[in-house]
């Protein structure tokens, strides 16, 4: 019973704030401390990345058939070129940041800044249409994502709306940025558990794949209906709020 509660936590944690700028490493660190759980292992994390990623798909599926049959070529090309520097630091920094930066301290600080950051950037947000300049700056901003307690979607839109994109479009692209992140995220930790094999409990898996996919798909859908009136000073103090929880925790 505990294994089945813990994956629905973990599902309904990562999937509402994989594409909220509120960090779901942060979350789920004060989950597993408050509730007293273990790593819940690699084979769950790549599940939960794996319902989130479903989700991003199926909320895009109209605009990525475009992309595939060809229509939107330069849509296409921002969003494979934009995983290529997340890709190169992860090979080169994983092992960092996997050892040295993941701690509390680091977490809650990243939060606090970015958080910041964020809702400076929003005083730039306009109307600019998509081009490479903006590309690149999100996708060299995404590698900030690999900071503990950072948020990917959280840095890229940041990085969006300085460069004057709206915050839709801002959220939009950040969004579509996160399929081949979220996929390579996966592929590194399937590599993992191919040197270092987990056993799978069949039904906490799928809770965890389908979990995350309902809460990642509720969460974007409802995001970008309201992203235009949301004022992102509310999404500081809640980062502030949980960085202080989890100095206090930890």
Same mark, same amino acid.
């Given at each position: 019973?505990?294994?089945i509660v813990q994956a629905l936590s973990l599902a309904l944690i990562q999937g509402l704030t994989e594409f909220l700028p509120i960090s779901s490493?942060?979350? !789920? ?14 084979v769950l994390d790549i599940a939960a990345h794996v319902g989130t990623l479903f989700a991003v798909v199926w909320y895009f599926r109209a605009h ?55 809702? %400076? ?14 590309? #690149? @700056?999100?996708? #060299? ?45 996966? !592929? @590194? ?12 409990? %069949? ?13 990642? @798909? ?7 209906? %309201? ?24």
């Amino acid at each position: 019973m505990i294994e089945i509660v813990q994956a629905l936590s973990l599902a309904l944690i990562q999937g509402l704030t994989e594409f909220l700028p509120i960090s779901s490493s942060a979350h !789920l660190i004060l989950l597993s401390q408050f509730a007293g759980w273990s790593d819940q292992g690699v084979v769950l994390d790549i599940a939960a990345h794996v319902g989130t990623l479903f989700a991003v798909v199926w909320y895009f599926r109209a605009h990525l058939m475009k992309l595939i049959k060809g229509e939107d070529r330069h849509m296409l090309a921002y969003i494979v070129v934009s995983a290529v520097p997340l890709g190169i630091c992860g090979l080169l920094f994983a092992g960092l940041i996997e050892f040295h930066l993941r701690s509390a301290t680091v977490i809650a600080a990243a939060s606090v800044f970015f958080g910041i950051a964020l809702w %400076w950037s929003q005083r730039h947000a306009a109307s600019k249409d998509l081009s490479w300049r903006v590309v #690149v @700056y999100m996708s #060299v901003a995404q590698c900030l994502a690999l900071i503990p307690g950072a948020s990917r979607s959280g840095v890229t839109m940041t990085a969006g709306m300085w460069a004057g994109l709206a915050k839709s479009q801002a959220a939009s692209f950040s969004f579509l940025m996160a399929i081949p992140a979220i996929g390579m995220t996966a !592929l @590194y930790g399937f590599i993992k558990i191919v040197k270092q094999p987990e056993a799978v409990a %069949w039904m906490p898996l799928l809770i965890v794949v389908f979990g995350s996919f309902i809460a990642a @798909y509720v969460c974007i859908h409802f995001f970008m209906k %309201w992203i235009e009136r949301i004022d992102f000073v509310w999404f500081m103090h809640y980062r502030w709020i949980l960085a202080v929880l989890i100095w206090v925790a930890l």
